[in-house]
């Protein structure tokens, strides 16, 4: 009987075949959802109304990579939410079986790839970098060096014309009280080779514009992430007269979406040169203050969006003056949740909600361009809801059956390739173990052939003891 390891359990997952080695769990327990490219075994299976993805992995890097996720949880970190580890597992010969990670399906999340096979544009992808170089300073922040940072490690969310980017790979981490520059600059070392292989194979596939060269992004990705970096920990020193710019250093941060809950503040013994550097900065400015707010939880983009709306609505209802929580609870009412209520039930599963209200905003104000005069909402939500919504994929699950590109060889494990690729599996004598030719004079020479390396090097040294021997 396997053991199982979780905080909060979800008792269906007990039923589920785990004496059976993932890659040949039967199809009715999976979901095919698209993902990135892993060294493991990954499948997505549906139990009752939730999705989970499940990992097999050995046992301590599973209960490794368990535990530093719920670490990430805790500290409010863009990742995935772990829900348990499966150990103890073995077939029905008795064989054992690796441990299994099981994490829950993030909603409305996409890998890279199935935004790069849907095509993409140049602005899209440096909104990418920029989503990824954000989840990397706040993980470097909380003192987590990810070991392993690459495009196929992270999940993306849509944030308003932007991206959020989450951890879904925790497996090589390793959380510190802070990091040093010189851990920084370990992870930028392993980014720089993932991410030019990672651009370079899509680059290859035909899926990159051809104005975008993987090294470029590489570059863009290093330096954007050094210039967040020196604005959110950087040191700034400015004379006494200039007080303001303590406020205007703070703003800057709000801006990037950080609070600042600690700032060093030093003088000189004349206290005439002022000195300031971050100490403690939390990411989430705006989210926080609308969760505040509205009760609604959404990216830091979409939080930034609404609060302009809300922003709008108190001044076109000249109520500059009253409480802001009395406002923005009439906005939720009046203005928002009218807006994802109008949109029919089927399609609820376009976009997230916070998502949706954006694009109709967008779309309203598109509308209003064109007529000359403000588009009322109501007529603003009709239009985006026959001319856009309905032409766009379920994010809340999107299928990799191949609907929107090549047909995959097997939809629940994407890293298969496609159906229609002729490409052979090549030999790797070092995997293939028992099916490994036999090696003889018939050995051909197009690939490594293991032992008989081995063999001559024993002849070998045979010979030179002989040799010797003589000698």
């Given at each position: 009987m396997p053991r199982f390891i979780a905080a909060r359990p979800d008792s269906r997952l007990i039923t589920l075949p785990w004496d059976v080695p993932l890659e040949d769990w039967p199809t009715d327990s999976l979901v095919a959802l698209p993902?990135?490219?892993?060294?493991?075994?990954?499948?997505?299976?549906?139990?009752g109304t939730e999705i989970y993805a499940v990992k097999?992995?050995?046992?301590?890097?599973?209960?490794?990579?368990?535990?530093?996720?719920?670490?990430?949880?805790?500290?409010?970190?863009?990742?995935?939410?772990?829900?348990?580890?499966?150990?103890g597992r073995v077939d029905a010969h008795g064989e054992p079986l690796d441990s299994v990670l099981i994490t829950k399906h993030l909603q409305f999340s996409l890998p890279y790839r199935s935004l790069f096979t849907r095509g993409v544009r140049q602005d899209t992808v440096n909104r990418l970098v920029d989503a990824m170089v954000v989840l990397l300073a706040r993980l470097h922040?909380?003192?987590?060096?990810?070991?392993?940072?690459?495009?196929?490690?992270?999940?993306?969310?849509?944030?308003?014309?932007?991206?959020?980017?989450?951890?879904?790979?925790?497996?090589?981490?390793?959380?510190?009280?802070?990091?040093?520059?010189?851990?920084?600059?370990?992870?930028?070392?392993?980014?720089?080779?993932?991410?030019?292989?990672?651009?370079?194979?899509?680059?290859?596939?035909?899926?990159?514009?051809?104005?975008?060269?993987?090294?470029?992004?590489?570059?863009?990705?290093?330096?954007?992430?050094?210039?967040?970096?020196?604005?959110?920990?950087?040191?700034?020193?400015?004379?006494?007269?200039?007080?303001?710019?303590?406020?205007?250093r703070v703003?800057?941060?709000?801006?990037?979406?950080?609070?600042?809950?600690?700032?060093?503040?030093?003088?000189?013994?004349?206290?005439?040169?002022?000195?300031?550097?971050?100490?403690?900065?939390?990411a989430g400015h705006h989210s926080r203050r609308l969760l505040r707010l509205t009760g609604l939880d959404t990216e830091e983009n979409q939080a930034r969006r609404l609060l302009n709306d809300l922003d709008y609505f108190r001044a076109r209802t000249d109520q500059q003056n009253a409480d802001e929580s009395i406002v923005a609870h009439q906005w939720l009412t009046e203005e928002f949740e009218p807006v994802v209520e109008a949109v029919p039930h089927e399609l609820r599963g376009?976009?997230?909600?916070?998502?949706?209200?954006?694009?109709?905003?967008?779309?309203?104000?598109?509308?209003?361009?064109?007529?000359?005069?403000?588009?009322?909402?109501?007529?603003?939500?009709?239009?985006?809801?026959s001319t856009v919504l309905r032409g766009l994929p379920d994010e809340a699950i999107v299928s990799a059956t191949g609907d929107d590109g090549p047909a995959?060889?097997?939809?629940?494990?994407?890293?298969?390739?496609?159906?229609?690729?002729?490409?052979?599996?090549?030999?790797?004598?070092?995997?293939?173990?028992?099916e490994a030719p036999e090696a003889g004079p018939e050995a051909t020479s197009d690939f490594l052939d293991i032992a008989a390396l081995r063999r001559k090097a024993a002849a070998s040294k045979a010979s030179r003891i002989d040799d010797e021997a003589v000698g």
């Open positions: 993902r990135g490219i892993s060294r493991h075994v990954v499948r997505f299976v549906r139990v097999e992995v050995l046992e301590h890097l599973a209960i490794h990579e368990y535990r530093l996720l719920h670490d990430l949880t805790r500290l409010d970190t863009p990742s995935v939410e772990p829900v348990g580890v499966v150990t922040l909380i003192g987590f060096l990810w070991g392993d940072v690459s495009l196929s490690n992270t999940l993306f969310r849509r944030d308003a014309g932007s991206f959020a980017a989450y951890l879904v790979d925790a497996e090589t981490g390793e959380l510190h009280q802070d990091l040093s520059d010189g851990q920084r600059e370990h992870d930028l070392t392993i980014a720089r080779t993932n991410l030019f292989g990672e651009f370079s194979d899509l680059e290859a596939g035909g899926l990159l514009d051809e104005a975008l060269k993987p090294l470029v992004l590489v570059e863009a990705i290093e330096n954007r992430y050094r210039d967040l970096w020196s604005e959110l920990t950087g040191v700034e020193e400015f004379d006494g007269s200039e007080m303001h710019r303590i406020e205007s703003r800057r941060l709000n801006a990037l979406g950080f609070d600042v809950a600690e700032l060093d503040i030093t003088t000189d013994f004349a206290g005439s040169t002022i000195r300031i550097q971050p100490k403690v900065v939390d376009k976009l997230e909600p916070a998502e949706l209200y954006h694009e109709v905003l967008e779309h309203r104000w598109f509308l209003s361009e064109q007529a000359g005069h403000e588009v009322p909402m109501i007529d603003a939500i009709e239009s985006y809801v995959l060889a097997n939809p629940y494990d994407p890293s298969q390739g496609f159906a229609d690729d002729d490409e052979t599996k090549p030999y790797d004598p070092w995997e293939d173990g028992d």
